[in-house]
Structures are given as structure tokens and as C-alpha cells.
């Protein structure tokens, strides 16, 4: 996958679109991301004793990573990612626009 934990990320779509925000979690097989601050939903949650209050709670919720783009470390800028093989027959992800390692 080209987006990993701790990379920030820009929002193409969505209710959030524009917003920055940087990955908490990546689940791989269902192919979305956790962002921090984005895509955030309120849940009620009822009182479990007397004389407690009810309360809302926000939380992000997952984002398919088909609607996200990286943001270049280095041009700051939302980028598309690629590949480029090293020595070793390792990979390493680089920006599409100023060519640099990510």
C-alpha cells in the first residue's frame, strides 16, 4: 500500500475534502486508513449507573485510502506515489512530482 502509519495525508473527497491530517491506523485487507481529526462521527452513549449522565462521543472513522493522497515531506505538496527499485531488491516510495525519496 502506498499511505503508511504516521504519513500525512490529504482528503480528495468526502465531506472533508481539502483537510490534512495524519494516518493513526492502516487496515490492510479492507484497504482504509484512520485518520486524525477526519471523517470524525458522534456516538450516544447512554448512562450505565443512576444518576450518571448520558454522553456524546467523537470519533474518526475509517476512510477508504482511494480518497486520500500523500502529502511529499519534502515539496509539501499532494502528490501521487511511486515506486522505484534499490539495491537489494527493496522498494522505496517516491513523490511523482519532485522525484525525491519519501
Request: proline residues 4%; positive net charge.
Amino acid at each position: 500500500m502506498k499511505i503508511k502509519k504516521n504519513d500525512k495525508v490529504k482528503l480528495i473527497a468526502g465531506k472533508d475534502k481539502g483537510k490534512t491530517g495524519k494516518v493513526i491506523k492502516v487496515f490492510l485487507k479492507e484497504g482504509k486508513i484512520l485518520v486524525e481529526g477526519l471523517n470524525v462521527a458522534k456516538k450516544h452513549i447512554k448512562p450505565k449507573k443512576q444518576r450518571e449522565k448520558g454522553q456524546i462521543v467523537s470519533f474518526p472513522m475509517p476512510l477508504n485510502f482511494s480518497n486520500t493522497m500523500l502529502v511529499c515531506p519534502n515539496c509539501g505538496i499532494a502528490a501521487r506515489v511511486g515506486f522505484v527499485a534499490e539495491n537489494n531488491n527493496n522498494k522505496a516510495r517516491i513523490c511523482k512530482k519532485c522525484k525525491t525519496r519519501i
